[in-house]
């Protein structure tokens, strides 16, 4: 039987409990077990290239990106609560970030 996809409440509740008790999710960037990873990316995306970053979290790629000078022009995620925190670790981009579903047509249609 397939499993059917959690909802965004799930996902507010999973993030507000992370971050509440102070883990992954309120780490800096270099703070991040990711962080590795996120740079290894990083050094292959050149200056022109623009970064479309879907499940964004809280933001912490967003905030690596762009103190690397590269051009974040969209953050998606299925929760609001992470959304809400993106957007305050980054405040200079923002309006980049949206609650959605990746299954909602028109953030495929981003502009910059």
């Known amino acids: 039987m397939k499993k059917k996809e959690k909802n965004n409440k799930w996902y507010d509740e999973r993030y507000k409990k992370l971050t509440k008790n102070k883990e992954q999710y309120n780490l800096s960037p ?21 970064i479309a970053d879907f499940g ?6 967003a905030s690596l990106a762009v103190s690397k000078n590269k051009k974040y022009v969209l953050g998606v ?23 959605n579903t ?3 047509k028109k953030i ?3 502009k910059e």
């Not at 270099?30 to 623009?50: M, R, V």
């Open 56 to 61: 964004c979290g809280v933001g912490q790629f």
């Open 102 to 104: 990746l299954l909602d």
């Open 77 to 99: 995620d299925f929760s609001q609560f992470a959304i809400d925190i993106a957007k305050i670790k980054n405040p200079g981009i923002s309006n980049t970030f949206l609650c």
């Open 30 to 50: 270099n703070e991040s077990i990711y962080f590795g990873l996120w740079s290894q990316i990083i050094e292959h995306i050149s200056d022109e290239e623009k």
């Open 108 to 110: 495929y249609l981003f």
